[in-house]
């Protein structure tokens, strides 16, 4: 028995996900997201159709747990409530609650993008997940949504197009817990139809980590 707790133990030790302290763990924790990340966001894998890769930049994504984690720290302030406007099959909100482990989860999404439906079954797993089928603007989605407000952390990651970002940016900012966070992703790029009328509101209040904005409000 003691000598199967200290395995335990020397396995949990290695766990990427046990914490997330020194520089080593986050070169520890990019590294494992390389592996879960195709070439072109800069991870170890070619797409391959199965759609089950994780939509991240590695050195973001670490960057963004890394920060989160000495926030909690610096505000003395447990990130519990989280909510994610763009759901997917769930793969960045799993990562997210092993380090986070959130009292509760909420999800939309109105899953019109391609996805894997393995790895939406897996991401429903192990969590206290209220996930919405729907679109983010939509009055009922929103009156069930704040039901459970104020959240600690909001990722708004769903239509991107100009006037969605801005629908759920006004629609989800007031969603927010005191010293609560607000993540909008994919913000920069030209391609997903970003105007300099959107980047000019976030930047008055961000602070900018490649294509990742957080609001601290
Ligand atoms: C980039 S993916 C989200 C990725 C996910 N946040 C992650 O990091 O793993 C965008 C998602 O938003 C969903 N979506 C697009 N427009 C939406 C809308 N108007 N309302 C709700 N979901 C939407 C798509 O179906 C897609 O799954």
């Known amino acids: 028995m003691v000598f199967l707790w200290h395995t335990f133990q020397m396995k949990i030790d290695k766990y990427v996900f046990r914490d997330l302290k020194t520089e080593k763990d986050k070169e520890a924790l990019r590294e494992f997201l390389r592996h879960q990340t195709n070439a072109e966001f800069g991870g170890y894998r070619i797409f391959d159709g199965t759609r089950t890769h994780l939509m991240h930049n590695p050195e973001e994504l670490s960057d963004l747990i890394f920060f989160l ?80 407000q104020p959240y600690d952390l909001i990722f708004v990651d769903g239509g991107h197009e100009y006037k969605d970002v801005k629908k759920d940016l006004d629609n989800y900012s007031r969603m927010l817990s005191d010293n609560g966070i607000l993540i909008v992703h994919d913000i920069h790029r030209i391609r997903h139809g970003m105007n300099s009328d959107v980047r000019t509101i976030l930047l008055i209040r961000s602070l900018y980590v490649e294509n990742i904005f957080l609001f601290v409000v």
């Open 69 to 148: 984690k000495s926030y909690e720290k610096k505000k003395r302030k447990k990130i519990r409530n989280f909510l994610e406007v763009g759901y997917s099959s769930g793969k960045l909100n799993t990562i997210l609650n092993k380090f986070f482990n959130f009292d509760h989860i909420v999800g939309i999404d109105d899953f019109t993008a391609d996805m894997s439906s393995t790895d939406l079954l897996a991401n429903l797993r192990r969590k206290n997940l209220t996930l919405i089928c729907g679109k983010s603007d939509k009055k009922e989605n929103l009156k069930i949504i704040k039901q459970f």
